[in-house]
T-cell receptor, first 111, second 114 residues
Framework: SQQGEEDPQALSIQEGENATMNCSYK?????LQWYRQNSGRGLVHLIL?????REKHSGRLRVTLDTSKKSSSLLITASRAADTASYFC???????????FGAGTRLFVKA | DTEVTQTPKHLVMGMTNKKSLKCEQH?????MYWYKQKAKKPPELMFV???????INESVPSRFSPECPNSSLLNLHLHALQPEDSALYLC?????????????FGNGTRLTVT
């Protein structure tokens, strides 16, 4: 079953611009995670934000979480061509150990 | 390169074949997972193992049979698959005791059923 919904489904930007992706989910969560997947490869964990946190930064990544709206956003600043990939949000429910992925956003960064 | 190793990278099998997918990690993780991913779709959870015991089965058809022979290895045995089972099969691992432990994925096995 799919927990998170993401928008946009696809995003095309120029190198140097910022990219924002949004995720909504339905049930109570322990945490929300963001992953990146390059074409045909496995997923790479980017950042995890706990349910009691509102914002988190890691390098060029900024994640926000609004549990009242059951939504999160991922901001990638100063994008690079190498950021071209699919990005997925994933939620772990309060029961634990069942991480469910959203539909994903396909990001294309033009050099 | 990832710390979770999956073999083979590609597999083509007929509907009457029996094959196995293998996954190995040496990070000391006691939770291991199988996910299935169709093209342009998110990964879908199939199975979760904790301490070598099956914890979650997401109503997966019995033609998929998981096995966890020890804390480092996870297998997925395949038998009598259908063409619609063609997909990328991803293995992942995490710490079991820490509910905020992220998943570490392998690069997957690309399975084609003919």
């Amino acid at each position: 079953s799919q927990q998170g919904e993401e928008d946009p489904q696809a995003l095309s930007i120029q190198e140097g611009e910022n990219a924002t992706m949004n995720c909504s989910y339905k049930t109570s969560i322990n945490n929300l995670q963001w992953y990146r997947q390059n074409s045909g490869r496995g997923l790479v964990h980017l950042i995890l934000i706990r349910s009691n946190e509102r914002e988190k930064h890691s390098g060029r990544l900024r994640v926000t979480l609004d549990t009242s709206k059951k939504s999160s956003s991922l901001l990638i600043t100063a994008s690079r061509a190498a950021d071209t990939a699919s990005y997925f949000c994933a939620t772990e429910g309060t029961g634990g150990f069942k991480t469910i992925f959203g539909a994903g956003t396909r990001l294309f960064v033009k050099a | 390169d990832t710390e979770v190793t999956q073999t083979p990278k590609h597999l083509v099998m007929g509907m009457t074949n029996k094959k196995s997918l293998k996954c190995e990690q040496h990070m000391g993780h006691r939770a291991m997972y199988w996910y299935k991913q169709k093209a342009k779709k998110p990964p879908e959870l199939m199975f979760v193992y904790s301490y070598e015991k099956l914890s979650i089965n997401e109503s997966v058809p019995s033609r998929f049979s998981p096995e966890c022979p020890n804390s480092s290895l996870l297998n997925l045995h395949l038998h009598a698959l259908q063409p619609e089972d063609s997909a990328l099969y991803l293995c992942a691992s995490s710490h079991w005791q820490d509910p905020n432990s992220p998943l570490h994925f392998g690069n997957g096995t690309r399975l084609t059923v003919t």
